[in-house]
């Protein structure tokens, strides 16, 4: 039944009944090259499964590490008004970057090496777990592309809680590594980018309501790549045995 409402009713049916189908609704992504791997992190070139025919991204990309970097550092999160002392970590501001700078440093040439050997139908997905606690995980993940001038990032998870399905009573049975497109939990707060002028995507502010609430929300941010300044130095290189940066991909 699940499986039918979601087929059918796929832009619908999953806003509508909200986190009871957060697990059920998305397929594993198609994995074409493993750029970096740990048991806790990794960046991969997927399948595009949203391109439609004859369509496709800007790829392979020439972004550099340092413009990727400035870009994740323009992602900004602003929590709701109302936060819980229980539950909300009220020592964090209110408005906060997504990503920390040891963050935007391991990200950045990940990300970029990715968009250089990615082809015109595939995205580059991240995706990192960290311990949350005894009995859960926290999980971070998402994708890129880029489309002619502007850079799209989508932030699926920003430290989702993996516990999240057990609490509200449904059996998650996807492996999160799996499908770092697909939110884990729902994602509080709302996703800023700075500069604003550096935003393409400025009209989906202004979206009426109800079409907000009854399209497919991706959190997704759509960044004027080139206009950014970018600070050299600094960016952390990976020289993991598990890395493809050395190898060679064919045409």
């Not at 964090?92 to 997504?98: D, F, L, T, Y």
């Not at 090496?113 to 926290?138: C, D, H, M, P």
């Not at 998870?157 to 009573?169: E, K, R, V």
């Amino acid at each position: 039944m699940i499986f039918l409402f979601c087929k059918h009713f796929r832009r619908l049916g999953c806003i509508v009944l909200g986190p009871l189908l957060l697990v059920g609704c998305a397929a594993p992504q198609f994995t074409t090259l493993t750029i970096y791997e740990t048991p806790q992190s990794f960046v991969r070139l997927e399948v595009d499964r949203t391109l439609e025919a004859g369509t496709g991204h800007s790829h392979p990309s020439d972004i550099s590490s340092e413009q990727m970097a400035a870009v994740l550092r323009g992602i900004t999160i602003q929590e709701p008004l109302t936060r819980l002392p229980l539950i909300d970590d009220l020592s964090v501001p209110r408005r906060h970057p997504a990503f920390s700078d040891r963050a935007v440093d391991f990200w950045a040439p990940l990300l970029s090496l990715a968009l250089r050997k990615a082809t015109e139908g595939e995205i580059a997905t991240f995706y990192q777990s960290t311990k949350g606690s005894a009995t859960s995980r926290e999980v971070t993940s998402g994708g890129v592309f880029v489309d002619g001038d502007t850079l799209h990032i989508i932030l699926s998870n920003l430290q989702s809680n993996t516990h999240f399905a057990a609490d509200i009573g449904v059996a998650d049975s996807q492996d999160d590594r799996l499908t770092p497109m697909r939110s884990i939990a729902p994602q509080r707060g709302k996703l800023l980018f700075f500069p604003e002028s550096a935003r393409a995507d400025e009209d989906q502010d202004v979206l009426d309501g109800l079409t907000r609430v009854f399209s497919q929300d991706r959190r997704e941010l759509i960044v004027l790549y080139k206009t950014l300044s970018s600070e050299p130095g600094g960016l952390t290189t990976h020289s993991s045995e598990n890395s493809a940066e050395d190898s060679k991909r064919p045409r």
